[in-house]
């Protein structure tokens, strides 16, 4: 049976507690049959700057709050406008940040004393919503510098722009140097479908036509060709009739 392995970031400006929380989280992902490869930051701000320049990806971020610098809310805070799925687990040593952490949504805000309690809980509480997601749910971007992840669920559409296709989700906009054709054979078979030759919308985020003008999740109105219009009202019938069967 494949292991299932996750990255954490640590970020703490304490080299001892940083290790405490790695072995924490290594020994309960043991526990659970999972692997996760930990990288500690001892500053938030060389956490950004990996992230910001497309070389790190994490699935758990725990976040020391009171730190040099950048603190941790102010962290948590970017990591979720970037990654809406990620995992944010809050490790301080103060609790009057507990409102503020989630206003965030992080997974837990554990007080430093209650981490072999509480930490276990957070990690479980993780593990059992990403049970049933894999990397089939996921479309991946990679290239020399980066590699970027996010779910089908969430591309709304993907339109040709130059050279590159570009992917709008609910929470950012991604482009790959690849043909339109091309990304939709990557596609989920039936969740898409082309409206005109340079864009594909996800069936699921249609929430409206009228006549060829169709109307997406987002509030956008794309246009259907005259061409491909039979083929969009059949594939979105034959959507719902699977979802509703």
């Known amino acids: 049976m494949r292991v299932q392995k996750y990255k954490a970031a640590i970020v703490d400006d304490s080299q001892e507690y940083r290790a405490t929380v790695q072995e924490a989280l290594q020994s309960v992902a043991g526990k659970a049959g ?3 490869e930990c990288t500690q930051f001892s ?13 790190a990806y994490f699935d758990i971020y725990v976040l020391d709050i009171q730190m040099p ?6 962290l948590g805070r970017g ?3 970037r990654f809406p799925d990620v995992c944010i687990i809050f490790v301080t040593s103060y609790s009057r940040f507990a409102l503020e952490s989630y206003e965030i949504d992080a997974y ?16 479980e509480k993780f593990f059992r919503r990403t049970a049933e997601e894999t990397e089939a749910d996921y479309y991946t971007i990679t290239t020399v510098n980066k590699m970027e992840k996010f779910r089908f669920k969430d591309i709304i559409r993907i339109s040709k722009n130059g ?5 709008v989700t609910k929470d950012r906009t991604y482009k790959q140097r690849l043909s339109l054709n091309d990304v939709y054979k990557m596609l989920p078979e039936g969740d898409f479908v082309f409206i005109e030759r340079g ?4 069936i699921f985020h249609i929430s409206g036509m009228d006549v060829r003008e169709i109307t997406l999740s987002n509030h956008e109105v794309v246009t259907a060709s005259r061409a491909y219009l039979k083929h969009v009202k059949e594939e979105v019938t034959r959507y719902w009739s699977r979802q509703i069967g």
């Open 199 to 202: 864009i594909i919308v996800n």
């Open 69 to 74: 610098g950048i603190n941790g809310m102010e």
């Open 163 to 167: 050279k590159y296709a570009e992917f």
């Open 108 to 123: 837990q805000y554990i007080l430093k004393d209650k981490v072999a309690e509480r930490l276990p809980r957070a990690l």
């Open 79 to 81: 990591i979720r406008e």
């Open 43 to 55: 500053r938030a701000e060389t956490l950004i700057y990996e992230l910001d320049d497309g070389d």
């Open 34 to 36: 999972k692997e996760i």
